[in-house]
Every structure is written in structure tokens, then in C-alpha cells.
């Protein structure tokens, strides 16, 4: 039998949404950590909501 | 398959063995030897044929090759980048209050005045930003106002004004206002309370932690704590409501703010935030690189607290290990970052444009006024090209996608360009998002 070595967690395609994103609905997001920093990664796609 | 750190990076918690394939943003679980392999490949040039001893190589081999094959492995990013709606603004922080009721030692508004005179922000220049905002939204329906300062609520006339004013502007062009408000909570009482939660104004409150490590760095005027002044409003407010955020500041006083975070928790609130301080080298208080093995540890037993309640039910939502690893950002948002400069300004109160908070005051900074508009236009130019791709340190980093570059103000702070990161902020930038990604992993695996 095959042995499974990766099992995929997220496959978010982010290449792909280079050309489906950029719509600019989404917030600001200051990272000055004397705000609440909110790195891009801690974001909501608002068009995913 | 070329294997290099960024393209890929391997996350080691022990059982859980994490990859992370930079450019698509897939996540993937290793079992050891897959793990050993890559690690291997990383660091010896991608020689197969100076491996460790693995059982089935082969098989590793192939499953590689068919993630890669699927796009989840070794991605290509073009490295264009993508210009989105030009000329569209955003947001605006406003400086309501170049003033302030405490005297925060690692203020980096100069306890409250930016470095000039204390001063409060006339509603008539609030108005003015309200107008100027929907004007230069573009297409775009929502605006974000922040009420910065300085302490805002020490203009809170002034700040209830322009909330309902923009509020019928908004209706009026079809448009809506995100607010939002950052405060030290001294003068927050139920009545401010209730006018936050009736115009939904998504509210930050600054408390930095246990009693202790709150009143030694956010003394009153009088070098008293402020800490008892504020908990039980702070208790009462996010009793009100859902939408608020506790926010801490740790210092090279207490690095073991993981029990800061905690005590967040201990105390009732649900949604919690703490930050590294940023300061001159020369602060006591500054964090420094000796600091940074004990930093990483703090993180690591705040994922492992964190799994721990909530696996028992009591979910903590710690906003720093909230990365959506399947729906996040698009990846030219994830380039763009901040925005500061761009779509992103801050007003003083006399109504001069900066590209962000941090740089309200400086003179050099000043891009413009809102009789004005944006004047200098190199400037804008500037921060438009201060991108991932234009940034050699974060173009050879795995975390790129996730910070967005990182904050221009402490790049231009500590490397006097907008092109450097902040050596210092990216490592614990780095170590918090594997703690996210491990988190949210664990998470998803229940």
C-alpha cells in the first residue's frame, strides 16, 4: 500500500487571486504595532464574507 | 524541484511536522522523513543524493512532484505587480488629540502632543476630512474614520460631531463610514458607552496586562496607576458589546507576557491583542536581541495555553493567531500591505496630511493639507513602490504574503528608508505567524 507522507491542510491558490482579486473592498490594515497591528494576514477578504 | 527558504518553510513542533509553500499559500502536514528530507534539501544545494537514511525516497519523491504538479508546491509567482484602483482613499486616522491624560512611557506620540503643542482637532477640520474622505473614495462604498490621538475622548464633543455629520453625509452620496476608536479608557463612561455601541464604532482599548506591568508603564499625569481607574470600565464596556479589542503593549519588562495575555482572560475579555513595543535602542524598556529566545518561547506557550481553552470551550480570540489559512487576503492585497501613503493618511488637527500616524509632525512627512489635497505626489510615489517586490529582505523571506512588508514608519525609524524592514519587528513577526499557522492547524485537525 501507498504510504501517505503530506496530507494538504489549505489550498488557498493565492496566484489565482492575483488575477481575481484587488477589488479594494477590504479594510486598512495598519501594521504600526502602537495600533492594533492587523498584518494582512490577520484579514477577512470582505468579497468572501 | 529546487527547495529554498523562500519558497518553502518548515515548521518543526515536534509531532506536528508543518510546510508551507510560500507562493500559493498551501499548508501541508509532513510525517518525519518527508521532513528530514526537505530540511535536508534546504540546507545542502537540493542534492537527492546526500540524504538521510529514509525508507521510501522514492514514494517522498512522488508525492512532491505531484503537489508541485497540482500547484500546492513550489508555486511561481511573476513577481508583477498588480495596480489596483489608483487614486482611491481608504481611510483616514485622525488625530482628534494631540494631548493626553496619561503619561505612557513608551508613548510614541511624545505623551500625546506629537512633538508640538497639545492641542485638540476643530470639529470644523473633522467635518472637512469627512468631506474629503467621500470624496476621494471613489466607487468604493465603505470609509474608515479612526479616532486617534493622543487620547481621543478628550475630544469627544468633537468626535460625537463628526460621527453623526459623516453619518448623514454617508446616507446622503449613498456611501457608509466604518469607525472605529483607540482609547485609554480614563475618560470612558457608560454615556460614551452608549454612543460607541449605538453608531457601532469598533472600539481598541489599551490595557497592558497584570496590575503591575500596566501601572509601571501607563502612569497617570501624577505618577499614580492608572490601571484601577480604567478595568472596571473597560469591564462594563466589553460586557455591552462584542466588537471591541483589549490591546497590550509587552515591554523588555515583561517578556513573559504570555501571563499578560492571560490575564485578559482571567479578567473577562474575549478578544485581546498584544504588540511588541517599538522604541529608541537606547529605552530601558526597549526590547532587545537578547530578548528575542525568550520572546519565542512566550508565543509558544501562548499557542499551547491558547489550544488549551479551546479544547475545553472557553475560545480566547487572540487576534494575532487569527490567520485564515483557506480564505484570507488576495494576494495583491497581501502586497499592498498598509496602504499608508497611498489609500491610508493621517490628519493633525490643524489639518495636514501625513502618510500615517507615526509620521504626524515631521515636517518631511507632510504630504499635503485638506484645502490642499495631496501635494507631494513623490512622496505618495514613493510609498506606492515601498512593495514586497521592491524590498530585498522581504522578497527573500517566507512570511512576505502574510505581513505585507511590514510597517514603513519603524522601517524609516530604525533604517532611515522605506525599503528595510525592521530587523527586530520581523523576527517576532515570523515566530508569531508559526504560531498561528500551528494553531490554526490544530485547530482544523480538532
Given at each position: 500500500?501507498?504510504?501517505?507522507?503530506?496530507?494538504?491542510?489549505?489550498?488557498?491558490?493565492?496566484?489565482?487571486?492575483?488575477?481575481?482579486?484587488?477589488?479594494?473592498?477590504?479594510?486598512?490594515?495598519?501594521?504600526?504595532?502602537?495600533?492594533?497591528?492587523?498584518?494582512?494576514?490577520?484579514?477577512?477578504?470582505?468579497?468572501?464574507? | 524541484?529546487?527547495?529554498?527558504?523562500?519558497?518553502?518553510?518548515?515548521?518543526?513542533?515536534?509531532?506536528?511536522?508543518?510546510?508551507?509553500?510560500?507562493?500559493?499559500?498551501?499548508?501541508?502536514?509532513?510525517?518525519?522523513?518527508?521532513?528530514?528530507?526537505?530540511?535536508?534539501?534546504?540546507?545542502?544545494?537540493?542534492?537527492?543524493?546526500?540524504?538521510?537514511?529514509?525508507?521510501?525516497?522514492?514514494?517522498?519523491?512522488?508525492?512532491?512532484?505531484?503537489?508541485?504538479a497540482q500547484g500546492l508546491l513550489l508555486a511561481v509567482d511573476d513577481e508583477i505587480f498588480p495596480r489596483g484602483k489608483q487614486n482611491v482613499l481608504k481611510a483616514l486616522c485622525m488625530n482628534v488629540a494631540h494631548?493626553?491624560?496619561?503619561?505612557?512611557?513608551?508613548?510614541?506620540?511624545?505623551?500625546?502632543?506629537?512633538?508640538?503643542?497639545?492641542?485638540?482637532?476643530?470639529?470644523?477640520?473633522?467635518?472637512?476630512?469627512?468631506?474629503?474622505?467621500?470624496?476621494?473614495?471613489?466607487?468604493?462604498?465603505?470609509?474608515?474614520?479612526?479616532?486617534?490621538?493622543?487620547?481621543?475622548?478628550?475630544?469627544?464633543?468633537?468626535?460625537?460631531?463628526?460621527?453623526?455629520?459623516?453619518?448623514?453625509?454617508?446616507?446622503?452620496?449613498?456611501?457608509?463610514?466604518?469607525?472605529?476608536?483607540?482609547?485609554?479608557?480614563?475618560?470612558?463612561?457608560?454615556?460614551?458607552?452608549?454612543?460607541?455601541?449605538?453608531?457601532?464604532?469598533?472600539?481598541?482599548?489599551?490595557?497592558?496586562?497584570?496590575?503591575?506591568?500596566?501601572?509601571?508603564?501607563?502612569?497617570?499625569?501624577?505618577?499614580?496607576?492608572?490601571?484601577?481607574?480604567?478595568?472596571?470600565?473597560?469591564?462594563?464596556?466589553?460586557?455591552?458589546?462584542?466588537?471591541?479589542?483589549?490591546?497590550?503593549?509587552?515591554?523588555?519588562?515583561?517578556?513573559?507576557?504570555?501571563?499578560?495575555?492571560?490575564?485578559?482572560?482571567?479578567?473577562?475579555?474575549?478578544?485581546?491583542?498584544?504588540?511588541?513595543?517599538?522604541?529608541?535602542?537606547?529605552?530601558?524598556?526597549?526590547?532587545?536581541?537578547?530578548?528575542?529566545?525568550?520572546?519565542?518561547?512566550?508565543?509558544?506557550?501562548?499557542?499551547?495555553?491558547?489550544?488549551?481553552?479551546?479544547?475545553?470551550?472557553?475560545?480566547?480570540?487572540?487576534?494575532?493567531?487569527?490567520?485564515?489559512?483557506?480564505?484570507?487576503?488576495?494576494?495583491?492585497?497581501?502586497?499592498?500591505?498598509?496602504?499608508?501613503?497611498?489609500?491610508?493618511?493621517?490628519?493633525?488637527?490643524?489639518?495636514?496630511?501625513?502618510?500615517?500616524?507615526?509620521?504626524?509632525?515631521?515636517?518631511?512627512?507632510?504630504?499635503?493639507?485638506?484645502?490642499?489635497?495631496?501635494?507631494?505626489?513623490?512622496?505618495?510615489?514613493?510609498?506606492?513602490?515601498?512593495?514586497?517586490?521592491?524590498?530585498?529582505?522581504?522578497?527573500?523571506?517566507?512570511?512576505?504574503?502574510?505581513?505585507?512588508?511590514?510597517?514603513?514608519?519603524?522601517?524609516?525609524?530604525?533604517?532611515?528608508?522605506?525599503?528595510?524592514?525592521?530587523?527586530?519587528?520581523?523576527?517576532?513577526?515570523?515566530?508569531?505567524?508559526?504560531?498561528?499557522?500551528?494553531?490554526?492547524?490544530?485547530?482544523?485537525?480538532?
Amino acid at each position: 500500500m501507498k504510504k501517505e507522507h503530506i496530507i494538504t491542510i489549505a489550498a488557498p491558490a493565492l496566484q489565482q487571486s492575483k488575477k481575481t482579486g484587488a477589488c479594494g473592498n477590504c479594510q486598512a490594515s495598519c501594521q504600526s504595532a502602537c495600533k492594533t497591528s492587523c498584518t494582512v494576514g490577520n484579514q477577512a477578504c470582505e468579497s468572501k464574507k | 524541484m529546487q527547495f529554498t527558504e523562500d519558497k518553502i518553510h518548515l515548521i518543526d513542533k515536534g509531532e506536528i511536522k508543518i510546510l508551507l509553500d510560500v507562493n500559493s499559500g498551501a499548508v501541508h502536514l509532513l510525517d518525519e522523513e518527508t521532513f528530514a528530507v526537505l530540511q535536508t534539501l534546504l540546507v545542502n544545494g537540493n542534492n537527492w543524493d546526500n540524504l538521510p537514511a529514509v525508507a521510501d525516497l522514492a514514494g517522498i519523491r512522488d508525492s512532491l512532484a505531484e503537489l508541485q504538479a497540482q500547484g500546492l508546491l513550489l508555486a511561481v509567482d511573476d513577481e508583477i505587480f498588480p495596480r489596483g484602483k489608483q487614486n482611491v482613499l481608504k481611510a483616514l486616522c485622525m488625530n482628534v488629540a494631540h494631548d493626553c491624560n496619561l503619561n505612557c512611557h513608551y508613548c510614541f506620540a511624545s505623551q500625546g502632543d506629537f512633538g508640538g503643542e497639545r492641542k485638540l482637532m476643530p470639529v470644523e477640520v473633522g467635518k472637512q476630512a469627512v468631506d474629503f474622505l467621500l470624496k476621494h473614495s471613489g466607487s468604493r462604498t465603505l470609509c474608515e474614520m479612526d479616532f486617534f490621538g493622543g487620547e481621543p475622548l478628550m475630544a469627544w464633543p468633537m468626535v460625537q460631531e463628526v460621527v453623526l455629520y459623516g453619518e448623514a453625509e454617508a446616507d446622503r452620496l449613498g456611501k457608509k463610514f466604518h469607525f472605529t476608536m483607540t482609547t485609554n479608557g480614563v475618560l470612558l463612561t457608560t454615556a460614551v458607552q452608549n454612543f460607541l455601541n449605538q453608531h457601532e464604532i469598533s472600539t481598541v482599548l489599551s490595557l497592558d496586562g497584570r496590575k503591575e506591568v500596566h501601572d509601571r508603564m501607563r502612569p497617570t499625569w501624577t505618577d499614580a496607576g492608572s490601571y484601577d481607574l480604567i478595568l472596571p470600565k473597560y469591564q462594563e464596556f466589553a460586557a455591552s458589546r462584542d466588537d471591541y479589542v483589549i490591546r497590550g503593549t509587552y515591554t523588555h519588562f515583561n517578556l513573559d507576557f504570555a501571563a499578560d495575555v492571560l490575564h485578559y482572560f482571567k479578567e473577562g475579555f474575549k478578544n485581546l491583542s498584544m504588540e511588541p513595543v517599538i522604541g529608541p535602542v537606547s529605552a530601558d524598556f526597549s526590547l532587545r536581541p537578547e530578548d528575542f529566545a525568550t520572546i519565542e518561547q512566550e508565543y509558544d506557550q501562548l499557542a499551547e495555553a491558547y489550544l488549551e481553552l479551546y479544547r475545553s470551550g472557553n475560545e480566547m480570540n487572540f487576534f494575532h493567531f487569527n490567520v485564515d489559512l483557506d480564505h484570507g487576503p488576495c494576494l495583491p492585497k497581501r502586497l499592498t500591505g498598509c496602504g499608508a501613503g497611498v489609500e491610508y493618511f493621517a490628519l493633525s488637527p490643524e489639518g495636514d496630511l501625513y502618510p500615517c500616524h507615526q509620521f504626524v509632525g515631521r515636517e518631511e512627512f507632510k504630504v499635503g493639507t485638506l484645502a490642499t489635497g495631496i501635494e507631494r505626489t513623490d512622496l505618495v510615489q514613493q510609498f506606492s513602490e515601498a512593495h514586497i517586490y521592491n524590498k530585498p529582505l522581504c522578497k527573500a523571506c517566507w512570511a512576505r504574503f502574510f505581513c505585507g512588508g511590514g510597517c514603513h514608519a519603524n522601517a524609516e525609524e530604525f533604517n532611515q528608508t522605506l525599503l528595510t524592514p525592521y530587523e527586530l519587528g520581523c523576527r517576532i513577526q515570523k515566530k508569531r505567524l508559526e504560531a498561528a499557522i500551528y494553531v490554526q492547524i490544530m485547530k482544523k485537525l480538532g
